[in-house]
């Protein structure tokens, strides 16, 4: 090869010419990794610290180098042939343990580091139902999404805990919120069968419960465990136990250990002896599997984890070895959960009750919605069942003996005692098919059921038959023309109405009773004397006798002559409790339909209705003595004490029947009304009955249980 020495003067050795028509090839620039990116931006940072650093850590390297060398792990080893050489030595194999242990705690601590404790829980954990009870104690009805009942620990009996303990996690209180070996479990499970379940605290569980879903994942698993080790810091074992209590699922329906005791005993948490609270625990391992009800393997599985729980109780020493001997008969559950669902005229109670309650108690639809309330009624289910049986049998019978009028026939009825309390009502066929209550609706006039208001106002305030003097005194011996179609008066003549015509009494059938006492004109609900003594006691005085006695400002129209005649429209609850005045001598108390209120087992303040004196005790028991002369004479075999008035109206559009029994009054309405086409009432047509046997008072005698 011939040498050839360029200007520069270095000889080029062994490269080959470049041929003319050959062009130098470019070369592009490499592009700038991110990370060189980064080390460009923080080498400034860096390099100082460094060299302050340097003159500590190059000693420290130089000794520690030669031991850094030899740790340095030789892979595959040296020295070894064949698969020796790919076998770790117990230094490699130490060395490994120790950095994946280092790792692990290290990724565990910025894990637990990481993770928050959620603001929110979940919906379902908080929500709960509002339960309704009868008042006898026994459940009504419930309603919510979710039938939940939250209790404070302390209500919580400790053999009930000691149960629940026993059964799921007896180191609950020395535990740091996590098993490892439910872990260890739930990870093999997770590549073995890809299952989860199994050796969970009971603080894992309320952290799955509350804050987070039921996804069977080990990530979820993983998520669950840190959250639960900080919960287990920041929160009272106590606390976290009260919680697992009141969100753990039951079957049934259920959630909460509270309502789990209803559903499977019909009692209160604090009435669970230590048996069935035994029970109750074996149903937190799947209440699918535990429900004795559901089939007979279900029953055995139920007494061995029954068994099985009272005997670890014993051997925690939180059951004595004597008391043990007492349970040897598995508590059989009731059939069927009585917390049923509302419907029918069940619902309409509970309209009732929910409204009360939000009003008096001063409790927001949003706070009541959250539930957790038990409500306490006054509803009585005996009288309830009786009146909706007496009800329903008119309802049949009217259908078949007047089939077109029936359609649009509507049965209101209530009974109220003499200090207030709602006993029962019928508001409908069925809510779920008319929401409209019709022992509430102000719907029809009192017609002739309003007589006792009038007497009571003319007995209390007597009576004017001129513009100047004191007013009149009047008695039940007071007489008053009873005849039909005689001009109603005033100080200065006739009372003409705006169509420039005289106002003139009306009687049922146009009877004429002459001169008549006001006593017997009560009982026998002769029409012409009230009219006329509304006008002479004074309308207005008239209207507040009866608002005083209990029925609402809101029921009256304009004061004209028909006020005394009955044209407000008082809803059966009211004229029940009007009447009830009477019975109590004068003393009148606002219907109310919840006793009780509580939440979370603690009271919540209800304010009574407070009693107010609305007319005389003398004149109570005047107008009492007149119904029950009344009722004597139209029904002669009915009870002595009984007493009552029928109730008519001048365009026959309803029929009452208002009467009192003992310390109770009940009142029955019916009418016609098409609601898809107006709230106006419609003529009865003999949907009514007849006077001397009216529906209402059937209605009326059978809800009492003293008539066929």
Request: hydrophobic share 35%; glycine share 10%; proline share 6%.
């Amino acid at each position: 090869m011939q040498l050839r020495v360029p200007e520069g003067g270095i000889p080029e050795e062994g490269i080959p010419e470049r041929k003319p028509s050959e062009a130098p090839r470019s070369r592009k620039a490499p592009r700038r990794s991110a990370f060189s990116h980064l080390a460009a931006r923080l080498e400034p940072v860096i390099a100082p610290v460094a060299a302050r650093l340097e003159p500590v850590v190059a000693p420290l390297a130089a000794r520690l180098g030669p031991y850094a060398r030899r740790l340095r792990p030789h892979y595959p080893r040296p020295g070894r042939t064949g698969w020796r050489r790919w076998v770790p030595s117990r230094r490699q194999t130490l060395a490994g343990f120790l950095a994946s242990l280092g790792l692990s705690t290290l990724f565990i601590v910025v894990a637990y580091a990481a993770t928050d404790i959620p603001d929110d829980l979940n919906t379902h954990a908080t929500q709960q139902d509002n339960v309704y009870f009868w008042s006898d104690g026994t459940p009504l009805a419930r309603t919510g999404w979710v039938q939940r009942q939250a209790m404070p620990l302390e209500e919580i009996p400790e053999h009930v805990r000691w149960a629940v303990l026993a059964a799921e996690n007896d180191s609950f209180y020395s535990d740091p919120g996590i098993s490892a070996k439910g872990i260890t479990r739930a990870f093999l499970r997770t590549f073995g069968q890809g299952d989860t379940q199994g050796g969970s605290t009971i603080t894992q569980q309320y952290v799955k419960n509350v804050y987070l879903n039921q996804d069977r994942t080990l990530g979820r698993k993983f998520e669950e465990a840190m959250i639960a080790l900080k919960l287990d810091n920041e929160m009272s074992k106590d606390e976290i136990l009260e919680g697992y209590l009141n969100t753990s699922w039951f079957g049934r329906g259920t959630y909460g250990i509270q309502r789990a005791a209803q559903a499977y005993y019909g009692k209160e948490v604090r009435e669970l002896n230590v048996s069935e609270a035994a029970f109750l625990a074996s149903l937190l391992k799947g209440a699918g599997l535990y429900d004795p009800t559901l089939s007979q393997a279900n029953r055995d599985r139920a007494v061995e984890r029954w068994t099985w729980n009272l005997d670890r109780m014993v051997k925690l020493g939180k059951l004595s070895s004597e008391e043990r001997a007492k349970y040897r008969e598995f508590p059989d559950p009731l059939k069927r959960n009585p917390l049923y669902a509302t419907g029918e005229q069940s619902d309409y109670l509970v309209e009732l009750a929910a409204q009360y309650v939000k009003k008096t108690a001063n409790i927001s639809e949003r706070d009541f919605d959250l539930g957790g309330y038990q409500i306490y009624t006054t509803f009585d289910k005996k009288r309830e069942d009786l009146l909706t049986k007496a009800v329903e049998k008119a309802r049949d019978k009217n259908r078949k003996d007047h089939p077109k009028a029936a359609a649009d026939a509507h049965y209101g009825a209530a009974t109220v005692a003499a200090d207030g309390r709602i006993l029962a009502v019928h508001g409908g066929p069925d809510h779920r098919k008319q929401g409209y209550n019709e022992s509430n609706a102000t719907t029809v006039p009192a017609g002739s059921a309003f007589q006792p208001f009038v007497y009571a106002a003319a007995l209390e305030h007597g009576v004017r038959t001129s513009r100047e003097g004191k007013p009149t005194p009047v008695s039940g011996e007071t007489l008053y023309n009873g005849d039909d179609r005689v001009p109603v008066t005033t100080p200065e003549g006739p009372y003409w109405d705006r169509g420039g015509r005289k106002v003139l009494t009306r009687n049922d059938g146009g009877k004429s009773y002459g001169r008549i006492s006001l006593h017997r004109a009560l009982a026998l609900s002769v029409n012409a004397p009230f009219l006329q003594l509304g006008m002479d006691t004074g309308l207005a005085t008239v209207r507040s006798t009866a608002v005083a006695a209990g029925l609402l400002p809101s029921s009256f129209g304009a004061q004209v002559p028909s006020l005394a005649a009955g044209s407000a429209r008082p809803s059966a609850i009211r004229m029940a409790s009007g009447y009830a005045t009477f019975v109590a001598d004068g003393v009148h108390t606002e219907p109310y339909s919840v006793r009780k209120i509580t939440r979370g087992g603690h009271a919540i303040p209800l304010s009574r209705p407070s009693e107010r004196r609305a007319v005389g005790a003398g004149t109570a028991r005047e107008i009492q003595a007149a119904l029950a002369e009344g009722h004597r004479v139209a029904h002669p075999g009915g009870p002595a004490e009984a007493a009552g008035k029928v109730g008519t109206t001048e365009d026959d559009t309803a029929a009452w029947y208002v009467g009192n029994l003992g310390k109770e009054s009940t009142a029955v309405v019916v009418y016609r009304i098409d609601l898809a086409e107006s709230l106006e009432p419609l003529p009865l047509k003999g949907l009514g009955g007849k006077p001397a046997g009216s529906v209402p008072y059937r209605i009326w005698s059978q809800a009492l249980g003293i008539g066929d």
